[in-house]
Each structure stands twice: as C-alpha cells, then as structure tokens.
C-alpha cells in the first residue's frame, strides 16, 4: 500500500505547543483526505523539516499545511528538491511551488490577460511608497502584502492620512493594491480545482469590521454554486498556468471589481486551505488525483 505524507509544521501538528488557533483547518483537510485515501494508501501528518531519510520512506508527499514555509522560504524549497532527487513525488511538483513561491507571478498571470488588481511591486516600502500609491491608483485606501506571504499574516491596510504610515516600514518585498470595496460588499470567491476540473466553489466573507477573510481573523464561508461567467473566468485563470499538466490541486481567488468583472488575488497551489466542509466529493476527488500521480 502506498505511503503518503501529509507535510505540516509545528503551526498545525496537533499536540504542538505553537500550534495555531486556525489549525483546526489542519484536521479537517487531513480527515477528509484520510477518508477519501482509505483503504487505498496510508496517510500521516509529519512536519516538512523531519529528517530527509525520514520523508524519503514515503511514496508521495502531499504539501498540506507548512504554514511556516514563508519564513524560511529557500529552505523550503531545497527540501522539496531533495524530496524528489530521493524519489519521493511531490504535489504539487517542486518546479510549480518554485513559481508561485513569489507573488510576482501575478505578473505573469496578467500578462497572460488574466483580469487583475491593479499592483505596485516595491522591494522594501516605505512611507513614501504607500502616499505615491494613493496618488497612482486614485484611491483613498490601499492595501500591502508580502510577496512571499500567506494567510494575510503581515499584511496592512492604510487610509489617506492615517497617521501610521509615517512610521511604518516592511523590510521585504511587497506589493501595494488599491483596496476593493467588494471584499467587504461580497466577499472572495474561491474556486477548487482538483486535477485541472473545478470541485467546488464557496465565498469567503470577513467578520464586521474587518476585510480579512481568514478564519483566523474571525472569517467565515459559505458554499456558492458559481455563475456560469463566473466559473468561466476562474477556468480561464486555470488554463493560463503554465505548466504541461495542470497541478494535482489549486485555489483560486477572486474578487470583483467595479465593472463586475472578476480579479485574480491569488492562485494558490502551495498548501491552500481546500475548503472540504463545501466540497462534499472533495476528500475522494482529491485522493483519485494523488494516486494518480503515483501511476
């Protein structure tokens, strides 16, 4: 029987004493996988940084939740390699983590026609960066995210005139986005693919007051059965990937804009959350897809 790992980080292994609030996304991602693996591989959780002869025993290794991996992004990706000179085959492969590692493949989405947010790209900002953004996008309010980021950890939003931003600083590259009142209006829309062909789709809606989505910051979701525009324009996304084949699993996140249009934010295909509870064939959807890499 096959043995898959289920890579983690001390963030999301049930039992650590850093564990994350949010890592009950860890346990429903792992069960639903367990379920749709049953009886047809063996599944375990294990943190990415356990010893290499460790990992190089599993057949296949399933980047489910190393949250930590933007810290110690190089590593990451060293280990991924080494994963794969061993033998082990990695979903998704070392080469796609590699591209979207760095959000500055959103560039290369645009230039593809993918609709898109607008984005400065500084390499440190500072506050100069942030008024010249209000004044390059026409806006009032903007938004700053890492590049190598996730779960909106690090992430700032500022209003014309806020006194903060004379003292802020972000000593990495980033990206500076006007912010869309749709986040609040309607929310973000997720689309899951599994194997290139869209499982299911849901809306992420963030708590009163707040524009973060993330179940972290009080986030929540809702099922959704997508507009047919609306589905199409994720698909598009898909097919603008540029890989052979497309990955074992992605997410992707959008937002509409003014004209109704939906933006990519993200095209997550590192270890997004994959959202089981609104996908009800996803845990077997998803398993098919592993094993298949496995031939």
Same mark, same amino acid.
């Given at each position: ?104 493949? #959103?560039?290369?989405? *645009? =230039?593809? @026609?993918?609709?898109? +947010?607008?984005? &400065? ?5 500072? !506050?100069? %960066? ?71 789709? #849901?809306?992420?809606? *963030? =708590?009163? @007051?707040?524009?973060? +989505?993330?179940? &972290? ?5 809702? !099922?959704? %059965? ?70």
């Amino acid at each position: 029987m096959p043995k898959i790992a289920f890579l983690a980080c001390p963030d999301t292994l049930p039992g650590s004493p850093t564990r994350r609030p949010d890592a009950f996304e860890h346990d429903l991602l792992l069960g639903a996988l367990r379920d749709g693996l049953a009886g047809r591989a063996e599944l375990t959780d294990i943190d990415w940084r356990a010893p290499l002869d460790v990992l190089a025993k599993f057949d296949l290794a399933y980047l489910g939740t190393p949250w930590d991996y933007t810290e110690a992004k190089d590593e990451f990706l060293s280990r991924l390699d080494a994963l794969e000179a061993a033998g082990v085959v990695v979903a998704n492969p070392a080469e796609v983590i590699r591209w979207n590692a760095d959000k500055l493949y #959103l560039k290369e989405l *645009a =230039a593809r @026609g993918a609709p898109s +947010i607008p984005t &400065l790209w500084p390499e440190a900002p500072t !506050p100069a %960066d942030i008024q010249a953004a209000f004044d390059h996008f026409g806006c009032d309010r903007v938004v700053v995210k890492r590049r190598v980021g996730a779960g909106a950890i690090g992430q700032d939003s500022f209003r014309r005139g806020d006194a903060g931003i004379d003292t802020w600083r972000m000593d990495q590259p980033a990206m500076i986005q006007p912010f869309l009142p749709a986040i609040q209006r309607e929310g973000e829309l997720s689309f899951i693919f599994i194997g290139g062909a869209l499982s299911h789709a #849901l809306i992420k809606r *963030a =708590a009163a @007051g707040d524009y973060r +989505i993330q179940s &972290l910051y009080g986030g929540s979701e809702v !099922p959704l %059965d997508p507009a047919p525009a609306d589905r199409a324009a994720a698909e598009a996304v898909m097919a603008m990937l540029p890989f052979a084949q497309p990955p074992s699993y992605a997410r992707i996140d959008m937002v509409r804009l003014d004209d109704g249009e939906l933006a990519v934010i993200e095209a997550e295909l590192i270890e997004p959350y994959l959202y089981p509870e609104q996908g009800p064939e996803f845990g077997k959807r998803l398993a098919d897809a592993l094993l298949e890499r496995l031939g």
